[in-house]
């Protein structure tokens, strides 16, 4: 492990339940690997602007032909690309908002999802481009979602993260935690044993 990069997209910033479970597996990850290079990206202190046309347009047009705002439009995901590709590792503080991911982490996506860059259209489908990684996403809900109808972002984030060539993907989940704080204590040390026992 090298080069991990660590995505928090969660509205209560550094009293987030996600992100103090990322900290706690940036610790043990420093710990074990005393010259990994940490990049963090705080999705929600830096927002991404939603996709719209003209970024879409100037994803999709050679960057030869690109006008000099097209360029600017472009330039952003090039530089978020990079970063994921530079990694070997991606950590993502992931809490649940309505049944969701946030948002923000959306436009994230929506940056990523470039084809020739992160993934490729083939005769039998889509291929992912960033192969070779490793993935571990810290999921927090209030609720009881997992392994329910209701637990859509497991599903979606591991089909996102697949379709873009990450295809080892761990989850941790801490839920149930507004439900008590008896339940909160439970989850979240349950959560943290397991980012001690896992392997790295």
Known sequence: MNNVLC????????????????NKLLERIKKTYSSVKIVSRDLVRDPLPHLNGAQ??????????????????ASQSDDLIKEISDADTVVL????????????????????????MTFK?????????????KAVVLATRGGLYFGTDKDTQTKYVRDFLS???????EFIY?????ISSEQKAMSLELANDIIEAMSL
């Open 56 to 73: 879409f347009n100037a994803f999709i047009t050679p960057p030869e032909q690109r006008t000099s705002e097209q360029k600017v439009l």
């Open 121 to 133: 259209y083939t005769a039998t489908g889509p291929v992912g481009l960033l192969t070779g990684k």
């Open 163 to 169: 379709f873009i060539g990450i295809t080892d993907v």
């Open 7 to 22: 995505l928090n997209c969660s509205i209560q910033g550094d009293s987030s339940q996600s992100r103090q479970l990322s």
């Open 174 to 178: 801490a839920e149930g935690l507004a």
């Open 93 to 116: 503080a992931l809490p649940m908002y309505n049944f969701g991911i946030p948002s923000q982490l959306k436009s994230y996506f929506d940056n990523l999802a470039r084809a020739g």
